[in-house]
C-alpha cells in the first residue's frame, strides 16, 4: 500500500512565524502535491512537482514556497505565516507511470496561525 | 478548463436506506473522474474512479457511480447507507490521465447517517 505521512497532525504557529511542512512517500512517486482544504472550498491546489528540483505553482501559489531536494520528500514552506494561512493541509502523491492518475493522500496537518 | 459542482452540501438519510450523492463535472476533454472520502479528522481515501473503461464503477464499501457522458454527470450511489458512511465525500476530475495529473475537487458533501 501507498504511503503518504505528514510531519505533525497539529501545528500552532505566530503570525510572522516561518513555517515548514513536510511530506513523505514510499511508493518511489514521481508527482507530489500540496493542496490546502477550507470549510466549503474543497481542496485547492498549492503546488505540486513532477521531479525532483522541479515545481509548478497551482491555483492559490501566493504566500507559499515549496521544496523537492529527493523524490520521496516535499515540503510547503510559509515564509511569514498570516492568519489567513489558518487551514489543514493535505500532501498527495501519485505515479505517471501506472495508467492512471489516482492521487495517494496523507492525514493532513491542521495549522492554526495566531 | 475542468471543474466539478456538487450539487448538495449537505445530504441527510436514514441507516439502510439508499444514499446519492450528486455530481456535475465540466471538461474539454475525455476526463477522469473519482469519489473521494474524508472521515472526520482523517486523509481522502479513494471511493472509485472512472478512466474510460465501464461507465458503471463499483468501488469500496459498496459505493457505485455511473458516468453519463451526456449529462455530463458522476452521481455517486449506495443501495443501503451504514452509520460508518457518515463522511464528506468529494467528486474530483481530472483531464489530463497519466503523467503531470492537476486534479479540480468539488466542494464537497457532508453525508449524515441517521438511526
Known amino acids: 500500500d501507498v504511503k503518504v505521512t505528514q510531519s505533525s497532525r497539529y501545528l500552532v504557529k505566530r503570525t510572522g512565524e516561518k513555517v515548514f511542512l513536510e511530506c513523505v512517500q514510499d511508493?518511489?512517486?514521481?508527482?507530489m502535491f500540496w493542496y490546502r482544504q477550507d470549510p466549503g472550498l474543497g481542496l485547492r491546489l498549492i503546488y505540486f512537482?513532477?521531479?525532483?528540483?522541479?515545481?509548478e505553482k497551482g491555483d492559490i501559489p501566493e504566500g507559499y514556497s515549496v521544496s523537492r531536494e529527493k523524490k520521496e520528500r516535499f515540503s510547503l514552506i510559509l515564509e511569514s505565516a498570516s492568519t489567513n494561512q489558518t487551514s489543514m493541509y493535505l500532501c498527495a502523491s501519485s505515479s505517471p507511470f501506472l495508467g492512471t492518475d489516482t492521487q495517494y493522500f496523507g492525514p493532513g496537518t491542521r495549522l492554526t496561525v495566531l | 478548463a475542468q471543474s466539478v459542482t456538487q450539487l448538495d452540501s449537505h445530504v441527510s438519510v436514514s441507516e439502510g436506506t439508499p444514499v446519492l450523492l450528486r455530481c456535475n463535472y465540466s471538461s474539454s476533454y475525455s476526463p477522469s473522474l473519482f469519489w473521494y472520502v474524508q472521515h472526520p479528522n482523517k486523509g481522502l481515501q479513494l471511493l472509485l474512479k472512472?478512466?474510460?473503461?465501464?461507465?458503471l464503477v463499483k468501488g469500496i464499501n459498496g459505493f457505485e457511480a455511473e458516468f453519463k457522458k451526456s449529462e455530463t454527470s458522476f452521481h455517486l450511489t449506495k443501495p443501503s447507507a451504514h452509520m460508518s458512511d457518515a463522511a464528506e465525500y468529494f467528486c474530483?476530475?481530472?483531464?489530463?490521465?497519466?503523467?503531470?495529473?492537476?486534479?479540480?475537487f468539488g466542494t464537497g458533501t457532508q453525508l449524515k447517517v441517521e438511526l
Open positions: 512537482s513532477y521531479d525532483v528540483k522541479m515545481k
Open positions: 474530483v476530475v481530472s483531464e489530463r490521465p497519466g503523467g503531470g495529473n492537476k486534479l479540480t
Open positions: 472512472y478512466t474510460s473503461a465501464a461507465t
Open positions: 511508493m518511489d512517486h514521481e508527482n
